[in-house]
């Protein structure tokens, strides 16, 4: 983490702007920070004698601005550095494997594997369908560093990684427009059923961005899992379902490898799209308008498929409210926060998806203005 030790820095009266940088206001701890359009927070926290100086973790920058920044701080403050660890800190390059929640997932046809794991299977469709964009969805930092060096190994060209939970990427991806979807045996969360990635919400998203006789693929070792998705899949009121039990298929897992030499049995469910599926119309809103902070109650409003949780709540001014909360869907609610006021927003915005669309609109409604 880069930070820096320092002593004696000057008060500074905020706004303050020197170059490109600006350092807007200070609450408690936290002093907002803009530089080139990009917005963040860095965190002045003192420790007796001395401070320390560090980004916060829910506004992370990048490297180069954090230096520029910290730089910048210590120019305007004349404070004496004791230690820092910030010379040696490269920016990676941008990697065109890499994908981001916020980038655009309009390609003309798509494969989408969730959870590969060490990858074998998503190089074996990224060969296979050369002309087809593989996208694998996958948290597990070691295998997506395992899956970029094999493409940049193996000059393979038509495969993206998102670091995300793929129930919520396939919210973005347009109608009708995958090819076919797999889940190679998933975590089966038998103590904690509502993690799992087969549910209703999930199989709805499938089948709608699925093309006509696009197919979903569950593979897995698990009873208990098997058995919950199969009645998962038939709660729809039509579907094709095709099952097979230890059928071998084009590549395995070294897990799979492993539990074939322990006779474990393998259960695979292909569900088959059938329909055509309306465009997606989503028009995202996430403007805040006037807030009662006064609402604001520092505790978690638990709801069917999202949450709303206030964290803290610290006055900036007579006028504005510095609100930090956790928002959005059970499966990857976000961390955030609000300046509040007559004319409130967010200090980064949330991600465009549907969860996160009800869970603001929600929010708005908690906190809504008395109307005059």
Same mark, same amino acid.
């Given at each position: 983490m880069p930070h820096l030790f320092i002593k004696n820095p000057n008060k500074l009266?905020?706004?303050? #702007?020197?170059?490109?940088?600006?350092?807007?206001?200070?609450?408690?701890?936290?002093?907002?920070?803009?530089?080139?359009?990009?917005?963040?927070?860095?965190?002045?926290?003192?420790?007796?004698? #001395?401070?320390?100086?560090?980004?916060? #973790?829910?506004?992370r920058p990048l490297s180069s601005y954090l230096k520029k920044v910290y730089q910048t701080f210590l120019e305007l403050s004349d404070a004496e550095i004791l230690a820092s660890n910030i010379e040696g800190i490269k920016d990676k390059q941008p990697n065109k494997y890499l994908l981001t929640i916020e980038d655009s997932l309009d390609f003309n046809e798509i494969i989408v594997e969730i959870g590969f794991g060490s990858g074998r299977h998503l190089i074996h469709l990224a060969k296979k369908y050369p002309n087809i964009t593989i996208i694998g969805i996958e948290i597990h930092k070691p295998s997506i560093e395992q899956v970029l060096k094999r493409c940049e190994i193996e000059g393979i060209e038509n495969i993206r990684i998102i670091d995300y939970d793929g129930r919520l990427v396939l919210s973005k991806i347009a109608s009708n427009r995958v090819h076919s979807i797999y889940v190679h045996f998933p975590v089966p969360w038998d103590k904690k059923p509502n993690r799992r990635v087969i549910s209703e919400y999930f199989i709805n998203e499938s089948?709608?961005?699925?093309?006509?006789?696009?197919?979903?693929?569950?593979?897995?070792?698990?009873?208990?899992?098997?058995?919950?998705?199969?009645?998962?899949?038939?709660?729809?009121?039509?579907?094709?379902?095709?099952?097979?039990?230890?059928?071998?298929?084009?590549?395995?897992?070294?897990?799979?490898?492993?539990?074939? #030499?322990?006779?474990?049995?393998?259960?695979?469910?292909y569900l088959y799209n059938n329909t055509i599926s309306e465009d997606l119309k989503e028009n995202f809103d996430f403007e805040l308008g006037c807030l009662?902070?006064?609402?604001?109650?520092?505790?978690?409003?638990?709801?069917?498929?999202?949450?709303?949780?206030?964290?803290?709540?610290?006055?900036?001014?007579?006028?504005?409210?510095?609100?930090?909360?956790?928002?959005?869907?059970?499966?990857?609610?976000?961390?955030l926060y609000i300046i509040a006021s007559k004319n409130s927003y967010y200090f980064n915005a949330p991600v465009k998806h549907k969860l996160n669309q009800k869970a603001h609109n929600k929010l708005k409604e908690i906190l809504e203005c008395q109307k005059l």
């Open positions: 009266e905020y706004p303050i #702007k020197k170059d490109t940088v600006e350092f807007l206001f200070k609450v408690d701890d936290l002093v907002a920070v803009k530089i080139e359009n990009k917005k963040f927070f860095i965190s002045l926290q003192d420790r007796n004698d #001395k401070y320390l100086l560090k980004y916060d #973790k829910i506004t089948i709608r961005v699925l093309k006509k006789d696009g197919f979903l693929h569950l593979r897995t070792d698990s009873d208990n899992y098997f058995e919950y998705s199969f009645n998962q899949f038939m709660n729809l009121n039509k579907n094709e379902l095709k099952i097979y039990k230890n059928r071998d298929i084009e590549v395995s897992s070294k897990y799979e490898d492993r539990w074939k #030499k322990m006779n474990k049995n393998i259960y695979d469910i009662d902070v006064s609402k604001a109650k520092t505790k978690a409003y638990i709801f069917d498929d999202f949450v709303i949780h206030f964290e803290r709540i610290i006055p900036i001014n007579k006028n504005e409210t510095l609100i930090k909360l956790t928002m959005g869907a059970f499966e990857r609610p976000e961390h």
